[in-house]
């Protein structure tokens, strides 16, 4: 009887085990730029948010995929194709049910043929809420919005909004798009003309109607500081936007649609005129920034809770050329991609300071530029 229920125990403690590991292993896709390079496109991988360790599952042929998003049901991965050239577009792909394989690639242009090359140039940003894919266009000035099927594959654009310079001098650089928490708005940076626009977003827009109304400049900033990402507070309450070339963290207060300057504070510390990414860790309490082209790194604030005010409390040196992020959903590891590197970066977060330990993990990837989690099964 005692060596039965010493069997059973250890049985209980393996399952035990086998089961928290699962629930800390996540499905990693890694976009990449293939162009001189030996990136295939997009990767799969494991990532193990309790230990920092990972797994290369599989990998997808895409050209230049450098931003990737997943569906809100995690059934499609969308991609951008970052061209200037006529070849610009966006990938929709199937994740398989073990979520390891992405299969049935889509490809559409990001502009009506007749308008390419410029039109739709170098998407560099892909959003989706399982209704519309929305690509930013760098150096086309635009934004296309695709419609999806019932299975969430892309169909053929349904809108393309163009943006002129604010000067004859300026030229439109659409650089994010991001819906707002309430879901009524989309927001869009314009790195050219210095702007974040604002869209009504008519998420039930019948067959031939405009999906994006209502264009409006929510904000303005300082010429020159060149608007790059966005990103909300848990609460809502506040949206952070980092400038690319100014190299400030601009905090800004939301309400019904209307953005309003709280603080600006510098983020950057070399000068570099890179300024790149921005994410809020988990539990609210600490925003991340990160910087490219001199002293490449991640600046760390931490957040005021009620006015939504940034404190600087760090800035850690990474790899080169720090174009995207992430932070693991437990909170306890950011991964950068460091493109020009070759590698992603595992940084340890001090859950209590904000601060980054730089870990011995690191994955070798030719040309990282975006890492997105998804759940693993």
Known sequence: MKKLQTFLTIVFALLTFITFAQDNN??????????????????????????????????????????VTLSPDEKRLYAVSEYNDGRQGAYSFDVSEDKVQLSNPIFLPTAPKESLPRAGADPCHIVTDGKYVITANYTGGDISVFSLDAEGKLKAETQHIAFVGKTPKRVAHIHCIIPTPDKKY???????????????????????????????????VSDGQGPRHLTFSK???????????????????????????????????????????????????????????????????????????????????????????????????????????????????????????????????????????GKSN
């Open 26 to 67: 996540l499905m990693m896709y890694i976009g990449t730029y293939t162009e001189e390079s030996n990136s295939k496109g997009i990767y799969t991988y494991h990532f193990n948010q309790e230990n920092g360790t990972f797994e290369l599952l599989s990998s997808a042929s895409a050209r230049n995929p450098s931003f």
């Open 186 to 220: 989309i927001l869009a940076t314009d790195l050219g003309n210095d702007r974040v626009y604002r869209f009504r977003y008519n998420k039930k827009a019948r067959k031939n109607a405009e999906v994006l109304t209502a264009q409006r400049v929510a904000y303005e």
């Open 235 to 373: 609460d809502g309450r506040f949206a952070y936007l980092i400038n690319e070339l100014g190299g400030e963290c601009v905090v800004l207060s939301y309400r019904k649609g209307k953005l309003k300057e709280v603080q600006r504070i510098m983020a950057d510390e070399g000068g570099g005129r890179g300024s790149a990414d921005i994410h809020i860790s988990p539990d609210g309490r600490f925003l991340y920034t990160s910087h490219r082209l001199k002293k490449d790194g991640i600046a760390i604030f931490a957040i005021d809770p009620e006015k939504g005010t940034l404190t600087k409390i760090g800035y850690q040196l990474t790899g080169i050329h720090p174009r995207n992020f992430a932070i693991t959903p437990n909170g306890k590891y950011l991964l950068v991609a460091c493109r020009d590197d070759n590698k992603i970066q595992v940084f340890e977060r001090n859950q209590a300071t904000g601060e980054l330990t730089e870990t011995p993990e690191e994955i070798e990837i030719d040309k990282p530029t975006c890492i997105v989690f």
